[in-house]
């Protein structure tokens, strides 16, 4: 049996055995995450994807991540499709909607920047209404702008060079698949993210964007509010609270920032990040 | 975009089916712009922009694995098609040993994900003639019917 089909066998079986626990029983989620460290290593590659554009792939890890922890929740054995199959969009579409939503991570032109918040916005108010994603024509309608202009505001947020998934998986003889859980030499964390992280990942997508572009980017409270359409205060609350999060957090996990523990740890450290992010979902 | 796309693309508005062939050398800087022909032409077949995500992340990996494969100083050739409520893309590029796609490579299968079918084909015509050519096809939405 080659590695993809082991990984198979293995998710198979416990996702059998998820199917059998009551919704309540608390071993539901030991098993999720077991099955969440077993794909861990596909989510990485799916941030990896994403290399080249402006953000950190260590951020895009977590949220590819969180998009993997979905797929586990909501993944459907009965219905016929491998895990995988499922999974990837799933993940994807975490990492796009990312970046869409986070329009202050690309440094463009100011008319670009703010069409690309607006659309932002639109989508996630058109989404709710309708139910679904909606086209371009209906953000056009809604914005009353033109479709020419949805479609530059949409491709404002994703120009990247992108790097073929094929491209950067298979060089070498042995199948890309087999290699999945190969450490990236390009993602190694610096020592205080690594201290950070597994903290990070249990705060909301929204307050972690703030706590970056106040002390990661250096924008003041006003500037981070007139970009994400929130008061002052409300971002001044936010970060307050973020920041209590952090420190108590911090301050009760045994886990130290050791360089040489976090240079050497890291399968250890993704699986244990892995469940901090479950913790950080809503539900 | 190039000026001399553009009327070709607007016809898509209108009439059933329409195409744009695009040729370019097997260079990734170009991808944006294949990227952005295909975004024109979903947007015109009213695709949702999460289908439209997936075309241009799809789009970007079918032309990568050509361009990965193609002879350096040979033009790669894309072909856009809409039809149906759909988009097809064929990307064509000159090689110069046999190619092929491994279809157990973590590439091949997002693309099999993100897009309703996906297909390559190599074609030997002597030496110098040799071409891989891959392709995919993506319906309005992916929604079940």
């Given amino acids: 049996m080659n590695e993809r089909e082991t990984l198979a066998s293995t998710s198979d079986s416990l996702f059998a055995e998820l199917a059998e626990l009551g919704t309540e029983d608390p071993r539901r989620k030991e098993v999720r995450d077991r099955l969440v460290s077993l794909y861990l290593p596909v989510a990485r590659r799916i941030a990896a994807r994403f290399r080249g554009r402006r953000e950190p792939v260590s951020d895009l890890e977590q949220v590819a991540s969180i998009g993997l922890i979905k797929a586990v929740e909501r993944f459907d054995p009965s219905r016929g499709v491998t895990f995988l199959a499922y999974a990837i969009p799933t993940m994807m579409g975490e990492v796009r909607r990312y970046f869409r939503d986070s329009a202050w991570s690309v440094r463009l032109p100011r008319r670009l920047s703010e069409l690309h918040l607006a659309l932002g916005e639109a989508s996630r108010e058109l989404a709710q209404q309708l139910g679904s994603a909606p086209t371009p024509r209906q953000l056009a309608e809604h914005l009353q702008i033109t479709v020419a202009e949805v479609q530059e505001g949409l491709e404002a947020g994703e120009s990247y060079r992108a790097i073929s998934l094929d491209n950067a998986l298979s060089e070498g003889p042995e199948s890309p698949i087999d290699r999945l859980g190969d450490e990236d030499p390009g993602m190694d964390l610096v020592e205080v993210r690594a201290s950070l992280r597994p903290a990070l990942e249990m705060i909301p997508d929204r307050e972690r964007r703030i706590l970056k572009m106040r002390f990661f980017e250096h924008m003041t409270q006003t500037q981070i509010a007139t970009q994400l359409g929130l008061s002052q205060m409300h971002v001044s609350r936010l970060l307050a609270r973020t920041l209590r999060t952090l420190r108590e957090h911090m301050s009760e996990t045994p886990e130290t920032a050791d360089s040489s523990a976090a240079s050497n740890a890291r399968r250890s450290s993704d699986a244990h990040s892995s469940q901090n992010a479950r913790k950080g979902l809503p539900g | ?145």
């Fill in chain 2, 1 to 145: 975009m190039d000026d001399n796309l553009n009327p070709i693309i607007d016809t898509a508005r209108g009439a059933g089916t329409s195409r744009v062939v695009v040729t370019i050398p097997p260079d990734p800087d170009r991808l944006e712009l294949l990227r952005s022909v295909a975004t024109a032409l979903a947007v015109a077949l009213d695709f949702d922009i999460d289908t439209l995500a997936d075309l241009r992340m799809a789009v970007d990996e079918l032309c990568s694995i050509a361009m990965k494969r193609a002879r350096p100083d040979g033009d790669m050739c894309v072909h856009f098609e809409t039809g149906d409520g759909a988009v097809s893309v064929l990307a064509e590029v000159p090689v110069s040993e046999p190619a092929t796609v491994d279809e157990n490579s973590f590439g091949w299968m997002v693309l099999q994900t993100l897009a309703d079918s996906v297909a390559w084909a190599a074609h030997s015509g002597g030496a110098e003639n040799q071409r891989l050519e891959v392709r995919l096809r993506m319906r309005r939405s992916q929604e079940p019917q």
